[in-house]
């Protein structure tokens, strides 16, 4: 790996200049916490479609998925049919309903504010435990987030990491703390098509360089399984049932993700969804495919034996790009952590602001105050992110799979019964929160057998269950709920 190189170190400084003028420009475009937290729900249809992806998809996309289908061949790709497939149908479900109920229920900029108001929560109890939920996994996501930054700059420049994470960490505040949510999503909006451009250049050179009997020579020289769906290439035995069911079970996230619902709520129209749609499976689509490509075509320019696979789009990008391109092309990566912690971060400050300050509080509190105890709250929740990522050692795959799962079985049944089921009450969906929430943390102690299966499914099937029986277990909704919900389905 290079080291030093001013080429990419200018790149690097460059990029990190271009996002803080954007929160610049944001700041002087927030004037209330809806502006704060939702942009004053403007975004467009490309902005809403990317930077979802984006802050969806992290260093992961550049990392994590390009590394495992260098070391397993293109029986890695599981995860991303799973997510794909997760991607469309949470463009097609929830975002339109999602935009409409949580501007007509009061103007809920929150997902614990919209669940509160949605079953008319005096007690404040869903609320409050909705966003202890969202405060304790995105801790750990956002920390996984610092520590891939941290190993970026470690691996390019050759920085200790403490120092590495320490620059990541102040830059991605800094914009947050300034701009909000439109800083969030304009540079998520620039960080997405550079992750898009990185991943489809890399393969295409690489590509044209090895060419396809370089290329198929390369792979069938590594392993005969390379091209095998249903067999690990590392280790030449046959994927299981669960391990299958467990990848594809990724896209079942989706739906509890609160850093992603953010952009259904902030979308400036209900018209504008059908496009969004469509820009977000396309741009998964071909990311996905990308960083597939990247790994299978790295085993044809770097052995097999590369002590982290996880580095091969580095390691590619330096063995083929000039200088200054590479660090454009390494800069995607910095792009791709940046547009998830900054995101969560976000989240998490909304959290910490909207449901807990002002609900319990200061339901007074003015405008201006909220916006500065949320900025605050930035800096206060990276804090604690950062000193966890100041361990190297930390998992990073594994915070971000566990977190994936906590959010995906604790909100998403949550969500889509609130969005359809009309017989749904508080207790239903306090008793799916929670369900889902704590078969996650507990499932994910237990191994062996069919502790195996990713906790993300055990969670999201148990979470419906308790929301269907502690709904009909208990009182129905009001008459006000149900005539108020049947106007929203109207709309």
Known sequence: MVQNNLGIAFTFVAYLILMLGIGVVAYKRTNNLSDYILGGRSLGPWTSAISAGASDMSGWLLLGLPGAAYISGISASWIAIGLLIGTWLNWLLVARRLRLYSFKASDSLTLPDFFAKRFRDNSQLLRVISAIFILMFFLFYTSSGLVAGGKLFETVFGYDYSIAVTIGTIAIISYTFFGGFLAVSWTDLIQGLMMAVALLIVPVVAFMDVGSTGAAEALAGQSEHMLSWFRDASTGEALSFVG????????????????????????????????????????????????????????GFIERDLADGETIFMVMVNAIFHPVIAGVLLAAILAAVMSTADSQLLVSS??????????????????????????FAVIGIAALAYMLALNPESNVLGLVSYAWAGFGAAFGPALIMALYWRRMNQWGALAGIIVGGVTVVLWAEISGGIFDLYEIVPGVILAYIAIVVASLATAPPSDAITAEFDTYDQS
């Open 244 to 299: 299958i069911v467990s990848s594809l079970a990724w896209g079942l996230g989706y739906f509890g993700q609160p850093h992603i619902l953010a952009r259904f709520a902030a979308i400036r129209s209900e018209a504008d969804i059908p496009a969004a749609r469509r820009i977000a499976v396309t741009w998964s689509a071909l990311t996905l495919v990308c960083a597939i490509a990247v790994g299978l075509l790295g085993v």
């Open 350 to 375: 909304s959290a910490l602001t909207d449901d807990f300050y002002k609900a319990l509080f200061r339901k007074d509190a003015s405008q201006t105050e909220l916006v500065w105890v949320g900025r």
